[in-house]
C-alpha cells in the first residue's frame, strides 16, 4: 500500500492477518457479553435506540480501556512500510447500525454524506474501516469518488469543535442535554457520482480510504445490525510537512489532531506543527 496514493483518492480493501484478528477477538467478546440472551445482531435490533446507546457505551467503554486491542494495527503498518512510532489515531470506535436506522427520528444528520474534515478532522487524515460482523452489500456506506478533486457546496462553515465538544461529540448519548444545538455538516446541493464505491465485508476484512472522500452511511435493510469498527489515523510526519489532499470546501473550525494519540506512547504531536498544519490548511 502507497500512503501518498490515498491521497490523491484511491482506496483499497483488503484482509486482516490471522495475527491482526487476534488483537481484535476481545470486541466480539464485549459484544457477545453485552447481548448475551442471543444473537447480537439481531437482538441490537430489536431493542429501543436509547437502549442500544447504553449498551454500545458499555462495550465502547471496555475497549478503550483494553489497550491491547490497539496491537491489531502493528502488522498492518508493517505490511505498509509504516513506522508505528509515527502513527497517531483517534479512539477506537465501535459502530452498530441496526436494521431500519434509518427510519428513526433524529437518524438523518448521522447519515448526512460528508467529507470528515467538515466536521474538523485533518484534511490528510485516513480512515481503516472494519466490519466485526457481516455488512451485506447496499447497507454498509458509500464513497463518492468523483468529489475527492472538486468543491461541493456545503454548510461546515458552521461547524465550530470547540462546540461540538460542548454538546457531547462523538458518539453523543441522545439525552444528553444540549444534543439539539449540535452541527451536523451536509452538502446544499445534490450529490451525484456515476460510479459511487459500495462498502461491506464480514470480519476479517477492511477498507482504507482518505476521509477526504465524500461518504455517507447506506440505509441498512438487510435484517439484522452491523457492528463496525471504525479506525482514525495521521501520520506525523506528513502532518509537519503539510501532506495530504488540498482542501477544496472545508470551512470548519477547530482541530481534532488534538485527540490524536501516537499509537505506542500516547503522546500527541507538539502544538505548533498541529497549529502550523491548521493554518495551512484552511480554507482561503
Known amino acids: 500500500m502507497d500512503i501518498l496514493s490515498l491521497y490523491e483518492g484511491r482506496t483499497s480493501f483488503g484482509t486482516l492477518s490471522n495475527e491482526s484478528k487476534a488483537f481484535l477477538n476481545p470486541i466480539h467478546k464485549y459484544i457477545r457479553e453485552e447481548f448475551s440472551t442471543g444473537d447480537p445482531t439481531l437482538l441490537s435490533s430489536n431493542i429501543s435506540f436509547e437502549t442500544l446507546q447504553i449498551s454500545m457505551a458499555k462495550i465502547r467503554s471496555r475497549i478503550y480501556k483494553n489497550r491491547s486491542i490497539k496491537g491489531f494495527l502493528v502488522p498492518i503498518l508493517e505490511e505498509w512500510n509504516l513506522d508505528p512510532k509515527d502513527v497517531h489515531v483517534d479512539l477506537f470506535r465501535l459502530r452498530c447500525v441496526p436494521n431500519g436506522f434509518h427510519l428513526l427520528e433524529g437518524a438523518e ?3 448526512y454524506i460528508h467529507r470528515d474534515s467538515w466536521y474538523a478532522n485533518p ?3 485516513i480512515n481503516l474501516w472494519i466490519p466485526i460482523t457481516n455488512v451485506e452489500l447496499g447497507s454498509g456506506f458509500s464513497l463518492y469518488p468523483s468529489y475527492f478533486g472538486k468543491p ?3 454548510n461546515s462553515s458552521l461547524f465550530l469543535y470547540d462546540h461540538w465538544k460542548e ?3 462523538f458518539q453523543t448519548s441522545s ?3 444540549r444534543l439539539r444545538e449540535k452541527i451536523f455538516p451536509k452538502p446544499l446541493e445534490k450529490v451525484s457520482d456515476p460510479h459511487p464505491i459500495s462498502v461491506f465485508g464480514d470480519f476479517g476484512d477492511y477498507f482504507i480510504f482518505a476521509s477526504h472522500h465524500l461518504h455517507g452511511t447506506n440505509d441498512n435493510t438487510q435484517g439484522y445490525s452491523r457492528f463496525s469498527l471504525e479506525i482514525r489515523f ?3 510526519d506528513h502532518v509537519k510537512h503539510h501532506l495530504g489532499p488540498k482542501n477544496w470546501d472545508n470551512g470548519s ?3 481534532t489532531l488534538y485527540e490524536m494519540k501516537q499509537l505506542e506512547s500516547g503522546a500527541i504531536l507538539p502544538s505548533e506543527v498541529i497549529q502550523s498544519y491548521v493554518n495551512q490548511s484552511a480554507l482561503l
Open 152 to 154: 461541493i457546496l456545503n
Open 123 to 125: 484534511e490528510n487524515q
Open 175 to 177: 439525552t444528553h442535554p
Open 167 to 169: 454538546t457531547g461529540g
Open 253 to 255: 473550525q477547530g482541530t
Open 234 to 236: 495521521v501520520l506525523g
Open 109 to 111: 444528520s448521522v447519515q
